[in-house]
Every structure is written in structure tokens, then in C-alpha cells.
């Protein structure tokens, strides 16, 4: 049974940092493409950072600022967010790609509930 669990969100300043954790059950980290999703009310989900045996990728909005990567000992994706703005604001999702590789934002399949991120 495949799951995923967000925390870390919360309320910061304009210009702070939060780190966003996913913890996985059910399969292992290191064999799946992994990916940071965020939604605000009103628009459509958009990938923010993804992570494969080649690397991570980044939104370009994000790139400087936000860093991906697996604690494959603990089954568990990272988001670290540095330099927030008011426009990060949003649902922050992690998920699973179903498909091979990790050369695009659609794919994923599994998804977790979300963890909300204000910045303000």
C-alpha cells in the first residue's frame, strides 16, 4: 500500500525558510522518480521539483532558491525552501511518477494529502 505523508508547512516571513518533508511507505524512494507539486485555489497544479537517477529539475521560479533530495534511509523527500516570497503560497503536494524515467511533471500517480505554506 503505497502512501505519503507531508509536513513541515507553516506561516513565515517573506525571505525565510522552511523545509518540507514526505515521508513514504509502501515502496522505496530511491527506485521512483520523485516530485514537489503546489496549488493555489483557483489554478492548476504545478510542478516545483523533481528528482530522479539523474538529478533534480527545477521550476524556474524556484531555481536558486528551493533543493530537492531523498534521505533514502529514512524513505523520505526533502524540499528545502530558502528566500520564500509571497507567490510560493500555496498546497505543497509530493508525489510518485508511475512511469519510467523522470523527464517531465505529468507521470505521477501517487500522491500524498498536501501541507499548506503561507508566506507572508
Known amino acids: 500500500h503505497v502512501q505519503l505523508v507531508e509536513s513541515g508547512g507553516g506561516s513565515v516571513q517573506a525571505g525565510g525558510s522552511l523545509t518540507l518533508s514526505c515521508a513514504a511507505s509502501?515502496?522505496?524512494?530511491?527506485?521512483?522518480?520523485m516530485g514537489w507539486f503546489r496549488q493555489t485555489p483557483g489554478t492548476e497544479r504545478e510542478g516545483v521539483a523533481r528528482?530522479?537517477?539523474?538529478?533534480?529539475r527545477y521550476a524556474d521560479s524556484v531555481t536558486g532558491r528551493f533543493t530537492v533530495s531523498k534521505d533514502v534511509a529514512k524513505n523520505t523527500l526533502i524540499l528545502q525552501m530558502n528566500g520564500l516570497k509571497s507567490e510560493d503560497s500555496a498546497m505543497y503536494y509530493c508525489a510518485a511518477r508511475n512511469l519510467p524515467g523522470c523527464n517531465a511533471w505529468s507521470g505521477f500517480n501517487d500522491w500524498g494529502q498536501g501541507t499548506q505554506v503561507t508566506v507572508s
Open positions: 528528482i530522479g537517477s539523474s538529478g533534480p
Open positions: 509502501g515502496f522505496s524512494i530511491s527506485r521512483r522518480c
